[in-house]
């Protein structure tokens, strides 16, 4: 059988921008399955929100993350690109990252050389380490994979601090370091997107935040540069946050008719698959027996 990071391999190859979303919690996931996606972006900004109620500041740990990666491996077969942050740590805690996100079903770890503790890549105040620093991490990365399917994502944050020119550079050390897609986050402007795809060969990838410092090129636009993916990490979460505001807004109305736009009673079972779990308890009851 095709293993999924196979799966994923060759969709990225495909160079299509290929559009993927981000999902903070198993049913997000699940919805994004449902709705014809090709992969996953579990992302470490939306457990920070959602989970802890925190901005996305480096407060989330390991073991917070991998039980997020766990749960959403359990309910969908799709690739999961997994958001390791920094590694939680230097180089060591970098191959326990590794090791256990594996484990817990990550199909590509995404890794950043930002110090820590890491801030969102669209807030200011940024700062990365060394080049040095982060190619051995990347290098010991590679070396705790198990399966040589398991993708690395290499991001830089560079550019904030130094540029452009110093980001693209960085990104090809990664590259020559052993990461399979380069992920050079927050550029400022259309020449600039356009800059990362020339002056960076293999699979590269564009994070498109809705607020953030990066504009939103058309699709068309990305797949004539050749871009690898497209990362759309926190749609989901700006939509829900409004839908359940929302909803909270219909109920301090006093209004008792059902509430626009909502899902309904089956549609929230049947993503959570409520059907198949009878059929599996009724398969195995032994009250008849």
């Known amino acids: 059988m095709t293993s999924r990071g196979s799966r994923l391999r060759a969709l990225l190859e495909r160079r299509s921008a290929m559009p993927v979303p981000g999902a903070a919690n198993a049913l997000t996931a699940r919805i994004i399955e449902d ?112 399966s040589p399917d398991v993708l690395l994502i290499a991001r830089t944050d560079a550019r904030a601090e130094y540029g452009i020119a110093e980001a693209c550079m960085r990104a090809n050390a990664y590259r020559e370091a052993g990461a ?43 797949q004539e540069l050749g871009y690898a993916m497209t990362l759309y990490a926190n749609h989901p979460l700006l939509a829900t946050i409004a839908a359940v505001r929302g909803s909270l807004a219909h109920i301090r109305s006093g209004d008792r008719s059902p509430m626009p736009g909502a899902a309904t009673w089956s549609e929230r079972q049947r993503l959570v698959r409520r059907d198949w779990f009878e059929d599996f308890e009724r398969k195995h009851s032994t009250a008849d027996r």
């Open 35 to 146: 709705e014809g996606f090709d992969a996953v972006y579990v992302t470490g900004a939306g457990i920070a929100n959602t989970f802890l109620g925190v901005p996305d500041v480096g407060l989330t740990t390991l073991t917070e993350v991998a039980s997020h990666v766990a749960a959403i491996r359990d309910v969908v077969d799709l690739p999961l690109i997994v958001d390791a942050d920094t590694g939680f740590g230097n180089v060591v805690n970098t191959r326990r990252a590794v090791r256990l996100l594996e484990g817990c079903g990550a199909d590509a770890i995404q890794l950043e050389d930002q110090t820590f503790p890491k801030r969102c890549g669209h807030f200011a105040g940024k700062s990365v380490i060394p080049l040095e620093e982060m190619v051995d991490k990347i290098s010991a990365a590679c070396a705790a994979r198990t």
């Open 180 to 222: 399979d897609v380069l992920f050079v986050e927050a550029p400022q402007s259309d020449a600039e997107i356009a800059q990362i795809a020339e002056e960076i060969p293999g699979l590269v990838m564009l994070n498109i935040v809705e607020g953030g410092v990066t504009a939103a090129p058309s699709f068309e636009r990305l």
